[in-house]
């Protein structure tokens, strides 16, 4: 049992395997999932069902929902764990000034495999026709923002072993 995990986002594009690798690492590690697409207004949740993509202006206030909820302990377990896409180093900036420890778990893979992904799946609002968008608004993470990068290529199942032993080996102390 890993002690002191930090907040977590499981992070990438639509299609990645945000919600289904953060359940289950939440389900593994024992502390609250949620999904971020559960915080976004009838507004934004409309405009991607349009088919057309979200902007800052429509992201900030989702984004600090967020925040806001990775940073509450209400149910004392210390951390949780929030499925967003985190797709600019501005929108992590912003998720960080809420949650300073915060750690993003990066799914990432090929386009074709995101959108083969995406083509087998119904969504409530995000259609397959979003996916190039997003991909181009995608910011590198840099060498200053924690971070996990995950290879989707695995099962679900072995991407969250992987990832445990990550946050595993982020949790001993210098020296060991």
């Known amino acids: ?3 002191n995990l930090p907040p977590l986002v499981v992070m990438g594009v639509s299609g ?3 919600s289904t690798v953060g359940a289950l690492l939440g389900e593994r590690l024992g502390v609250p999932f949620f999904d971020g697409d559960d915080f976004h207004p009838p507004a934004n949740k409309a405009k991607m069902a349009s088919g057309t993509p ?3 202006e429509d992201r900030a206030p989702w984004l600090a929902e967020i925040g806001t909820a990775l940073a509450t302990r209400g149910d004392g377990a210390g ?3 929030i499925a967003c896409s ?3 180093r501005s929108y992590r900036d912003l998720l960080r000034s809420h949650a300073p420890g915060l750690v993003f778990i990066h799914l990432a893979g090929e386009e074709a495999t995101i959108s083969g992904r995406i083509s087998g799946r119904a969504h409530e609002y995000m259609p397959s026709s979003l996916l190039a968008s997003q991909l181009a608004t995608l910011e590198p993470l840099e060498w200053d923002e924690a971070h996990i990068p995950v290879d989707i290529l695995g099962d679900p199942a072995s ?5 445990v032993r990550e946050l595993e080996l982020l949790a001993l102390p210098l020296g060991q």
């Open 86 to 88: 985190a797709l600019k």
């Open 79 to 81: 951390t949780r764990i």
């Open 1 to 3: 049992m890993i002690t």
């Open 16 to 18: 990645c395997g945000k």
């Open 159 to 163: 991407l969250v072993d992987g990832i």
């Open 54 to 56: 979200l902007n800052d």
